[in-house]
């Protein structure tokens, strides 16, 4: 049953006025949306599981999640601020400070400015307002958990996110992002209030719901997640945890990676396949691991794929990792190919396929207090030495603002501690973006640079 609440409109509109809502159409319809969702009216909200790995994960990066879709004219910068504070009053988590207390962490919903959250900037030199926004911190304590950069240059619109992992990963920003250009477009176009944001669910048990109840019984016992150990390591200077965060990144393009892509499919791989593949050979390289040495890599597997009707969720995480373990490195980048291509298969007749391994973190963070969790969820946490993210194909046409969609997008993740190396990927307009993010030293970042070099070798050697 819907609740209604009735709000003062006169202290509630000049709330609204003052964090930056120029538009009094839009202020009258988001006092009347707000009325009747009142749950999104609340000055606190729990963690839910997958808030609270992230919450944990600080141990081993930074938490946060970095993304930039371009876009070839100049974006209506008043519409844009109303459609973010309208963003921001739908999904308080994303105005809200992280309270890390030891019994039960929670979001405290925090008051702000449409300044805090969008940040506009006319520059000549992209490049290092990029790089600069990039490396920017967003602590818990902040009243806003997502930064937007509005870089304008050259008559192009650069839309850079970084934002708290806690809040969503990278199939959740997708989900938020085409939100916004949807509201957005309308909003420009049609003069509709942008009020089209979810408000769904944020726990992590929507991902049994369309299991129907005898799978999602077994689903719910799949305790062990077992993740190889093993000795190979990027060959930093040493693991020493940095201030500095670097992103190394290449582009590859469209004939160099369609000639890649055709080749993996003529084999039965996939483009994930041939992004492990890539990955496993170019380390070899550069860290002297032999043809019959066994490697694995870990590969983010988005759990959505469960979930039949994904406008019922929120934005949030739903993530998990397999683990393409194989027996021997091969003798180059082909063999390499079809070993992680066999083992891929493999993994996917798994009808759990990335469930394992969640309801064991479920029991620890409702059993126990925060702090007795976190400690016994570090002793078998095992952060992955090596690991792909495929956030996978941008469609210009899902993320629109207002006449055109993206001509490019890059996608970068955490910057994690060495010697974790995690190489996040998309493609768009059929060119492949590959990135590393990490706390290191102008050493590491060579290193980056040098592995990336072999990456970029290897899609072109097709």
Known sequence: MNLKI???????????RKKGITDEKVIKDLISFKEKHPHILKKRYPTEMYDKVNLMCRNYMDR???FEMDYDFVVDIEKFRNTAVCCLESVPCLHSQVINHPIAPYWKVCDYTVDEFVIVSETDDINKAKEEFFSREIPLKSNIQMNIGLFICNGKTYVCFIWNHMC???GGFKMFWSDFCKNYSEYVNKGTSPLGFSTGSRKYTDVYKDLGKEKAKKAKLQFANVSPKIKHRFPFENDNKEDSVIIVSRKIGEADFLKAKDYAK?????VTDLLL???????SKIADIGADEKISISC?????RYIKDLSSIGYTNHVSFTHCSIDRKGNNLKDTLQLVRDKTREIKKDEFMGLHGLPLLNIAYKTMVYLQAETVVKLFYNNPTFSVSNVGVIVPELFTLGKEGPFDAFVAGAAKNKPCAVMTALTINNTLSVSMCLRG????????????TEYEKNIQSF
């Open 6 to 16: 009735t709000l003062d409109y006169g202290t509630e509109a000049e709330t609204l």
């Open 277 to 283: 593949a890539s990955y496993i050979d170019s380390l």
């Open 300 to 304: 983010a597997t988005d759990l959505r």
């Open 168 to 170: 969503m990963d990278g």
């Open 441 to 452: 030293t102008e050493k590491d970042k060579e290193i980056l640079e040098n592995f990336f």
């Open 266 to 270: 003529s084999i039965g791989a996939t």
């Open 64 to 66: 946060l999640a970095r």
